[in-house]
């Protein structure tokens, strides 16, 4: 089973700052690798799927990229909405529908 | 209106019983598979199941023989049966479609199922 890490497990910015959230995998994930925003009492939404497409809706200042076993989010400029949980995803190949996730990264207002 | 509605949470005692279900609106509810996902309070999250548009099921081992996903296409509605239940188990159950990039494009807001004598 692969496992993912994220870094770090909490990230204290002000609104206007740059964010860069961290996702290693324990083995290549190819480009199967997917981003989650949650607020507090929310369901998660989805920010970017495949490394770095942007999901319906979702606007310019979050950008994915990475490869292989190391991934980012980036959110250029943070919004006061943008303060929430991270999570990575990742999906399996084979065996179909197998997916695990991350255990977050919580971004709070500095 | 595109949603995903949950219900039948509650709580049960250890080794007991439940049936979650999840009601779809808005979409072509056949032509997507529909997975489960729960998060325990304050933990993260971890797929549970999945099911496919020919109704081919998926679990991971942690549920594998326990939990039982199922859907009802005429009736848009997919289901979770979860059987011998632990304290383990107690999380918010989420209904998630799997979109046409692969990923959870859609979720339901959760019901709580808590294990506990």
């Known amino acids: 089973e692969i496992v993912l890490t994220q870094s770090p497990a909490t990230l204290s910015l002000s609104p206007g700052e740059r964010a860069t959230l961290s996702c290693r995998a324990s083995q290549s994930v190819s480009s199967y690798l997917a981003w989650y925003q949650q607020k507090p009492g929310q369901a998660p939404r989805l920010l970017i799927y495949?490394?770095?497409n942007r999901a319906t809706g979702i606007p310019p200042r979050f950008s994915g990229s990475g490869s292989g076993t190391d991934f980012t989010l980036t959110i250029s400029s943070l919004e006061p909405e943008d303060f929430a949980v991270y999570y990575c995803q990742q999906r399996s190949n084979w065996p179909p529908f197998m997916y695990t996730f991350g255990q977050g990264t919580k971004l709070e207002i500095k | 209106e595109v949603q995903l509605v949950e219900s039948g949470g509650g709580l049960v005692q250890p080794g007991g019983s439940l049936r979650l279900s999840c009601a779809a609106s808005?979409?072509?509810?056949?032509?997507?598979?529909m997975h489960w996902v729960r998060q325990a309070t304050g933990k993260g999250l971890e797929w549970v199941s999945a099911?496919?548009?020919?109704?081919?099921?998926y679990y991971p081992g942690s549920v594998k023989g326990r939990f039982t996903i199922s859907r009802e296409n005429a009736k848009n509605s997919l289901y979770l049966q979860m059987n011998s239940l632990r304290a383990g188990d107690t999380a918010v159950y989420y209904c998630?479609?799997?979109?046409?990039?692969?990923?959870?494009?859609?979720w339901g807001r959760g019901t709580l199922v808590t294990v506990s004598s």
């Open positions: 808005g979409f072509t509810f056949s032509s997507y598979d």
């Open positions: 495949d490394v770095s």
């Open positions: 998630a479609r799997r979109g046409v990039q692969l990923d959870f494009d859609l």
């Open positions: 099911i496919g548009t020919a109704g081919d099921t």
